[in-house]
């Protein structure tokens, strides 16, 4: 028997949208609309149970744990390799630390809990919870985010780069990696006005007898783009020629008004 939506007293084909008759049936209309809470917006465990009751966590690949190893034995590689001055290893405090997180995060490369939870799966007191992540921290291997961070009082959100560890396909993998490793850019920085040159001190008959003349530099989106992806280099270079091109010619910088 096909299956038909119920709105307003009407039933509908929920495919082709034509009406079919008349119905009391309750409506779907009547009904609240769930939405999924996204993940970066997830203040509590309770956004983050939310978000994943529209997850069939069952579809998701099965857990790598093989990978933790692997990354662990390329930092190694790249320590030994670089005649120890790139100091990437991953010390075993650290790795026992991150598989204890492995096992406990179902989605993505997140973790929301509370304090005490966090504090016996690390086997320390709440007040030793922060000293004890700070190693992974300080090495780019996981943010924090606290009640001063916008959680609730008393939970704490673990994100683990996803090069680690994440429950998820390949392909979405790849964007959480790019977002993760990209530079943070802040726009009232760059569009910061630049500071006019002092005037020159000399005699009356140089550019000092003018009133002061405030350039503006507009930056533009390539070079926003330059800034983003730090190539500060061709950066620097285009906004030098910017400026150069506002500026007044040379002749008329150097050269002094007629008596």
């Given at each position: ?38 993940l970066s917006a997830c ?58 997180l492995e096992k406990v ?126 190539r500060y280099v061709e ?25």
């Amino acid at each position: 028997m096909k299956q038909y939506m119920h709105v307003d007293g009407l039933a509908v084909d929920p495919i082709t949208g034509e009406i079919i008759g008349i119905d009391d049936k309750p409506s779907v209309l009547t009904e609240r609309i769930e939405y999924q809470q996204p993940l970066s917006a997830c203040r509590s465990i309770n956004d983050y149970d939310d978000h994943l009751d529209d997850v069939d966590l069952r579809t998701l690949p099965p857990r790598n744990k093989a990978l933790l190893d692997t990354m662990q034995a390329e930092a190694d590689w790249i320590w030994k390799h670089s005649n120890k001055a790139v100091d990437c290893r991953i010390t075993s405090p650290v790795m026992k630390i991150l598989k204890v997180l492995e096992k406990v995060i179902r989605y993505r490369n997140i973790l929301v809990t509370t304090q005490v939870n966090l504090a016996k799966l690390l086997s320390v007191s709440t007040d030793d919870i922060m000293r004890k992540l700070k190693p992974l921290s300080d090495k780019g291997l996981i943010r924090i985010r606290t009640s001063k961070d916008g959680m609730r009082k008393g939970e704490v959100a673990i994100c683990v780069n996803p090069r680690f560890l994440f429950r998820g396909d390949d392909w979405v993998k790849k964007h959480y990696v790019t977002e993760w490793y990209k530079p943070k850019t802040y726009v009232n920085e760059l569009m910061k006005p630049n500071p006019v040159p002092k005037l020159w001190l000399s005699n009356k008959k140089t550019h000092e007898a003018y009133p002061p003349c405030v350039i503006e530099f507009l930056y533009t989106s390539e070079q926003f783009e330059l800034r983003r992806q730090g190539r500060y280099v061709e950066y620097g270079e285009s906004v030098r020629i910017m400026r150069l091109d506002k500026m007044p010619a040379k002749e008329a910088l150097h050269t002094p008004l007629a008596a």
